[in-house]
């Protein structure tokens, strides 16, 4: 095919003009086309253009669709930028140089669609697409996220083969208003489908469905050939129960003269009587069928819905579902994948879904655009509330496009098409104009359009909200702020002046070691009334699985190259700058709370605690008082078991009977278990898991892992009486067996993302705690004890530190001391750091676990005995920093398998990592597959570590959880097994 004549498609030049949203393009409609549909996917022939008026060359390669060229081979790779735009231009204005993708593929019509209607339809296309048939223009669509169809009737035969060009201009216009915090991809991102309907058809389909059992279906009828038929009618189907026809509604449309037979517009009605209504925990969906019949009764057309019956209100300063103000335990999520960068199946999202549901999340925000439509399929199958939000972020020059009058059709587009497309899903409690696009008449406009179209949902934009959480004119009906400081929440649900919920659009920001005081957050949501959640920033690690030998995407071939959240060898996760971007945002793509390949990260198990729905809330002599914290359920649907942790070592279990509770009700339940009188702390757990299948969880998955501590630790032994000798080289340094590098203080940690772009890490640089000298001051040798003074010489300050070494009856028992001046007021750990022979792999502890925790993020990690391979002990964040810790460390060993090595008993419960990297050496990479591990153990017994927080976007964390000057004491006793 060649271009001979010149393409008005092409002419229009409608990549750098906002007024053109689309040419050609039918209006969105929420009839699912899917089933019956010829689908086009495959490999598509193509050629990657410099730029869109460029000449097609003669050669073709093939691209697969759905999919992007920038994973496919082609040398337009992607590419990270956050905020900034990938070129100077300003909007609408893109560079010259602007990658055109365009696919070609021929496609046989099927005869049998003789008569029908023939629409295309292609799922998503980023950011212009183009299309031709046989080198006809079709039309032009934008809106990277949303399906765009085409009416080919005409153009492609039945019986015949057509051919359909798809042209894909990578920089536009829309650019500007697509500029969220993700890669840069161009292509088809999902599926292409052909299909036919009748002439007579089903233009759109609006169901609502209220709580007390109320349905109304609204449809909207067309011919393709102009005016309607004589006698059509419409007929509805729920589960079995005909729907009745709106005998009003006829009549006032026969009355209405605006009413044409041109429009045909019908309204079905049902009650449902003792109707089961649908929320998160229980989603409940009814099987609605709606039928277009000609004159005759035969059926013109089809469509299917899943209907869900439930209210969304706002009363004062909650959000209410079906009248209960339920918590909001939302993440952020994108449509993301490793392999194929933008692509997702059906079975990836439900394994998204699915990990969310096991680990309590009840909530999703579409960031930041409409998510693949099977997603809300699924989140209302499984029990989603949705904040849908549209295709908008203009975020680099957010001021010049809220208000620009060529951008005012493309705001209104984006939502609308949203609406259209996702009003019937009952998951959906509330529209989102968009992101970070600061406010201005288009939100204005595009609010005004929602409101109108579908007032049964709220609209937020966190844009709108930031004017005033309780502004009544502003495009908000919720206060929706980003990373608010906890403290601001507070003050303003006790104000008095709070009239909108606060629901935080994103919050606890997951980069790398992340999420410190989740738990302080969440003990705010629950306890103060006007808070009522928030979206964790995000979902997912973007890590692209990376060859590291020639720097590509790995793209679909890599499948299965990866495991545990570990890229597998000659691979890597690759975020932003590893494709050669000179200009680009580095690892804050990596920002989730899985890992790329799904992989949980141990702010998944926090987050699960923080959401269990059954908990423990006191516990008395007469028993422990069970409290059920959902909203709608009862407990029936879960079974328990006792677990009582002693520390002598041993865990006694016992069956556990959930007792009957009412959403908010609590119960006492007797002691299950005898305390045995001598056995010191004790800890009682309740390991709550499915008693049945659920949808998302076989029977048996563990859902929460309350507990409560029976009985404190004993008061450690003091009075030591020296017995053995203690050998230290000249330095003072510890000679033993066992320790290739004896214990010495350790002030500083690998910066976690968090400390690096809080400041924190440059200012623990400064002060060069990272390599503090150490110089000895005194080493005073005593029968059977050492004390050794030495100070640690760091530019920010001298720290001095005192252990003394006293060899007793079980091993060797070690009493520090270390005083930092003033000026280090804030430092990542104080503690002893040792290293130990290679050999001892595996840990065991009593204390918090088995997953990975922190001060500020040890809610969800229960005390207890623990045991794992040093090997599994570390998490791999993508660019390696502090990692592997373990709170509330009582004591540990650390063997080999013939059961020799170490055992570590500590004063009280202390932070304790065992991994096979000095901090330095995670802090001397960028990458997780650069590490190469120690054959021995690097073990860190902190007397204070620095909480995580979430200062890479948000706030620190709390003053409680900083390390403060001044003096620290800690002891422990080292025993050889
Ligand atoms: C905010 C964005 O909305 C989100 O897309 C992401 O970038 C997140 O922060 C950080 O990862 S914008 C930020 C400048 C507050």
């Given at each position: ?327 909001i335990r939302g993440v952020n999520r994108h449509d993301f994948h490793p392999l194929t960068g933008r692509t997702v199946t059906y079975d990836d999202m439900r394994a998204d879904l699915v990990l969310l549901k096991r680990f309590g999340f009840n909530a999703i ?613």
């Open positions: 095919m060649t271009d001979e004549r010149p393409d008005p498609l092409i002419a229009l030049r409608p990549w750098e003009a906002p007024e053109v949203t689309s040419w050609g393009r039918l209006p969105m409609n929420a009839v699912d086309r899917r089933p019956g549909a010829v689908v086009l996917d495959g490999d598509w022939r193509f050629q990657l253009l410099p730029a869109p008026d460029a000449p097609l060359g003669e050669v073709w390669s093939s691209s697969y669709v759905p999919g992007v060229w920038t994973v496919q081979g082609t040398d337009d790779l992607p590419r990270y930028l956050n905020v900034r735009m990938p070129f100077a231009e300003f909007p609408p204005h893109v560079p010259a140089a602007d990658p055109t993708g365009v696919y070609e593929r021929s496609v046989d019509v099927p005869a049998e669609w003789a008569g029908r209607r023939i629409v295309l339809q292609v799922g998503a296309a980023e950011s212009v697409l183009l299309v031709h048939v046989d080198g006809r223009p079709v039309g032009i669509s934008k809106d990277s996220h949303v399906a765009a169809e085409f009416d080919l009737t005409g153009l492609a035969r039945p019986g015949e083969r057509a051919t359909v060009r798809l042209t894909v201009v990578k920089w536009s216009d829309a650019s500007h208003i697509e500029d969220q915090d993700q890669w840069w991809h161009g292509g088809i991102t999902r599926s292409v489908l052909l299909y036919a309907v009748d002439p007579l058809h089903l233009a759109d389909v609006t169901v609502r469905a209220r709580r007390d059992g109320d349905l109304r279906v609204d449809c909207r009828v067309r011919d393709t050939g102009g005016a309607l038929p004589e006698g059509w009618y419409v007929s509805g189907e729920l589960e079995g129960h005909l729907l009745t026809q709106d005998a009003e509604f006829d009549r006032a449309n026969a009355e209405d003269e605006r009413v044409s037979g041109f429009l045909g517009e019908a309204r079905l009605r049902a009650t449902v009587p003792a109707v089961r209504t649908w929320n998160a925990e229980t989603p409940e969906l009814y099987g609605l069928t709606v039928r277009l019949h000609r004159a005759d009764g035969t059926i013109a057309d089809t469509s299917r819905h899943r209907v869900g019956f439930r209210d969304v209100t706002i009363s004062g300063r909650d959000l209410l579902v079906n009248g209960e103000r339920v918590f925000r579409t960031a930041h655009y409409p998510n693949d439509p099977a997603l809300y399929d699924l989140a209302d199958e499984l029990g989603f509330y949705v904040v849908d939000e549209a295709d908008i972020e203009s975020h680099d020059h957010a001021h010049e496009v809220a208000d620009d009058p060529r951008y005012l059709s493309a705001f209104v587009d984006r939502v609308a098409r949203m609406v259209l497309r996702d009003k019937n899903h009952p998951s959906v409690i509330i529209w989102s104009l968009g992101n970070e696009s600061d406010y201005g008449a288009n939100h204005d406009a595009a609010a005004g359009w929602v409101r109108r179209h579908d007032p049964t949902r709220p609209v937020q934009y966190e844009g709108a909200a930031k004017r005033g959480w309780a502004d009544p004119d502003v495009a908000s009906d919720i206060a929706c702020p980003m990373y608010a400081p906890l403290e601001d929440c507070l003050a303003h649900a006790m104000s008095g002046t709070q009239t909108k919920p606060l629901v935080q659009c994103e919050y606890s920001h997951a980069m790398g070691n992340s999420n410190g005081t989740l738990a302080d957050h969440w003990e705010a949501i629950e306890t103060t009334p006007g808070l009522q959640g928030g979206f964790i920033w995000e979902f997912w690690d973007h890590g692209i699985l990376q060859r590291v030998n020639d720097g590509r995407p790995a793209g679909r071939g890599g499948a299965g190259l990866y495991d545990n959240g570990v890229a597998a060898p000659g691979h890597r996760w690759a975020y932003g700058g590893d494709f050669g971007e000179t200009d680009h945002d580095g690892a804050f793509i990596a920002d989730g709370v899985v890992f790329p390949d799904r992989t949980p990260k141990p702010v998944m198990f926090e987050h699960r605690e923080i959401a269990a729905p059954v908990r423990i809330e006191s516990f008395r002599h007469e028993g422990v008082v069970l409290g059920n914290h959902q909203h709608f359920r009862g407990l029936d649907w879960l079974a328990g078991e006792w677990e009582l942790s002693l520390a002598d070592g041993t865990t006694l279990t016992a069956p556990a009977e959930l007792p009957e509770l009412r959403p908010g009700e609590t119960a006492s339940v007797p002691l299950p278990l005898a305390l045995p009188e001598d056995g010191g702390e004790a800890w009682l757990t309740l390991r709550v898991t499915t008693a049945r299948d659920e949808p998302w969880a076989p029977r048996g998955t563990v859902v929460c892992l309350p507990q409560v501590r029976l009985r404190a630790a004993f008061p450690p032994a003091h009075t030591r009486v020296p017995d053995g000798t203690v050998e230290v080289d000249e330095d003072g340094l510890l000679v033993h067996p066992l320790l290739t590098a004896a214990p010495a203080l350790s002030l500083w940690r690998a910066p976690t993302d968090n400390d690096e772009l809080g400041g924190m890490a440059a200012r623990w640089r400064d002060w060069g705690l990272d390599a503090p000298a150490r110089r000895v001051v005194s080493v005073r040798r005593e029968p059977g004890r050492v004390a050794v003074v030495s100070d640690y010489l760091c530019a920010g300050g001298t720290v001095r530190h005192e252990q003394v070494l006293s060899a007793v009856a079980d091993g060797l028992f070690v009493e520090e001391c270390a005083e930092l001046p003033e000026a280090l007021y804030d430092v990542a750990r104080v503690g002893t750091v040792f290293e130990t022979a290679a050999g001892l792999n595996l840990l065991e502890w009593f204390g918090q676990g088995p997953w990975e925790s922190y001060p500020d993020r040890a809610a969800g990690a229960p005390v207890g005995h623990h045991r794992l391979p040093v090997d599994e002990l570390f998490t791999p964040y993508l660019r390696p920093q502090e990692s592997g810790g373990r709170h509330g460390v009582r004591r540990f060993t650390l063997s080999a398998p013939d059961a020799t090595g170490l055992a570590v008993r500590l004063d009280r419960p202390r932070q304790v990592s065992v991994t096979r990297h000095r901090a330095a050496d995670l802090a001397a990479v960028a990458h997780h597959d650069e590490l190469v591990p120690r054959a021995g153990c690097v073990v860190h017994i902190d007397a204070a570590h620095r909480g995580l927080g979430t200062a890479s976007c948000g706030p620190d964390t709390f003053a409680s959880y900083l390390v403060p000057a001044g003096v620290h004491r800690w002891s422990w006793t080292l025993r050889v097994l």
